[in-house]
């Protein structure tokens, strides 16, 4: 049985019998012996590997080229070379899968979008392989933040008929053929059906049943967008609580914000080490900025007076009943408040149909939390509860009550006051390992015009 070698470089004894599997990263040779530079993909760190000429299998030591796969038996022993504790002592190697001399990722720096086109190789770099533990043990994280507060995850259809923001941006599903692609009733479901661009509706329906319940899966926009934040697949993590207002809301998407970054500071050292050193040299910093303040609130309105009394020069507009952009969001989490922001009650025209009125009749309970680096991270809201004022937007949004019946029964049934948030998975990432494009934290990248792999 092979050793992970992660588990052997954090040994604290020595051992005698071990056998590694992994990637060959660098080999030098001398006469009597060679140096192998051995990874497996569990951590950053490799082993380094000392193989005497004449052990079973020295034979094939030249064709161990970069890339290549090996098995190696040995002893794990203290190693005299400074910046690491141990290294082995090879008893036999074996070449397991031999590469050319055109294998792609050379012992050379490659550029982030040479990477993108070989997606099926980049995980064996330093960057990626760290990147994607990172995605990995943040999945983790979220699914432990939400079971220790007793949040039932429920998995929410991937195909759906409802188009939950209503901006039209959405892949169709259909087995039709070209010459009958509008003859809906002889569609597999007997009506239009596309790919999610959201679990929220869905899991509202489980909110007002268990009480706190989160969606953890992927979703789909069609938005013809080449810009570093979007994508056309996505992961959301979307939480909905059941007897809960705005300010619960903002409370609990403040608290997993501040948790994973934490969790990232705490438990991430050997990979955080890279994106500090290769990808953002002040990562640390605006991690641990977020991790030890208090989150600011401020209404949409008073922040968008804030921004306009700036005196800064921004390249998108100002104006009170215009969306955030990034450096609006931006400027008030670095430049005038120095802490990360939650921005609430904003313009009803400006929000989808589901989220609650605010009494003065011009604005809803949304909110969106901004971190510095990033600008949104998280957007939510409270959902109106109210059956007439739910019709009422319904209708102000050229939206079928008929066609969201089962959603409309939520208010007939037993109504309560509910609240949810939707934050983005990669947008996480992003801010977490600093990498700057969506494409370098998602294993295969959907974009516009791109569906490899």
């Known amino acids: 049985m092979r050793s992970l070698i992660k588990r052997v470089l954090s040994s604290e004894v020595e051992m005698a019998d071990v056998t590694v599997a992994g990637w060959v990263r660098t080999r030098r040779d001398s006469k009597a012996f060679s ?3 051995i990874n ?4 950053l760190a490799n082993l380094q590997v ?5 052990i079973p299998g020295y034979e094939d030591v030249e064709r161990m080229l970069t890339g290549a796969s090996v098995e190696i038996r040995g002893r794990l022993i203290a190693s005299p070379a400074q910046g690491q504790k141990w290294e082995m002592q090879a008893t036999s190697v074996r070449l397991i899968g031999e590469v050319p001399q055109d294998y792609p990722l050379q012992k050379k720096g490659h550029s982030l979008e040479f990477l993108r086109g070989i997606s099926h190789l980049r995980p064996r770099t330093n960057l990626h392989g760290a990147v994607f533990r990172m995605r990995s043990r943040m999945a983790y994280w979220i699914h432990q933040f939400f079971q220790e507060r007793d949040f039932t995850y429920v998995h929410t259809p991937i195909i759906t008929a409802s188009d939950c923001e209503g901006a039209g941006e959405m892949f169709r599903v259909t087995t039709l053929p070209d010459d009958k692609i509008a003859k809906d009733a002889e569609d597999f479901f007997n009506k239009r059906a596309y790919l999610t661009v959201s679990g929220q509706l869905e899991g509202e329906t489980f909110a007002c049943a268990l009480s706190n319940i989160y969606t953890f899966g992927p979703t789909f926009r069609a938005e013809n967008s080449n810009t570093s934040r979007h994508a056309a697949e996505f992961w959301m993590i979307e939480p909905e609580v059941a007897f809960c207002d705005l300010a619960g809301d903002m409370d609990l998407a403040e608290a997993l914000v501040k948790y994973l970054v934490q969790q990232t500071l705490d438990k991430n050292e050997g990979d955080l080490a890279i994106f500090e050193k290769f990808v953002d040299k002040e990562l640390r910093q605006r991690l641990e900025f977020v991790a030890s303040r208090a989150f600011e609130r401020v209404t949409y ?3 968008v007076e804030l921004l306009k009394k700036s005196g800064k020069t921004f ?6 009943g215009l969306n955030l952009q990034s450096e609006h969001e931006r400027w008030l989490t670095e430049e005038y408040f120095k802490k990360p922001t939650t921005v609430f009650n904003y313009p009803k025209e400006i929000k989808p149909f589901y989220m609650r009125l605010n009494d003065d009749g011009k604005t809803v309970t949304a909110m969106d939390v901004l971190v510095p680096g990033i600008g949104e991270i998280v957007g939510g809201s409270q959902r109106e509860e109210r059956l007439d004022v739910l019709l009422a937007n319904m209708v102000h949004h050229n939206l079928s009550p008929e066609d969201y019946w089962w959603y409309v029964d939520l208010r007939r049934y037993g109504s309560v006051p509910h609240a949810g948030f939707g934050l983005g998975f990669e947008r996480m990432l992003m801010f977490a390992t600093g990498m700057a494009n969506i494409r370098d934290v998602i294993p295969f ?3 516009p015009g791109t569906c490899e792999f």
């Open 445 to 447: 990248a959907r974009t």
């Open 50 to 54: 000392v193989a005497d000429a004449g």
């Open 35 to 37: 140096f192998l530079e």
């Open 315 to 320: 390249q998108y507009p100002v104006e009170y």
């Open 301 to 303: 309105t008073e922040a």
């Open 40 to 43: 497996d993909g569990t951590c």
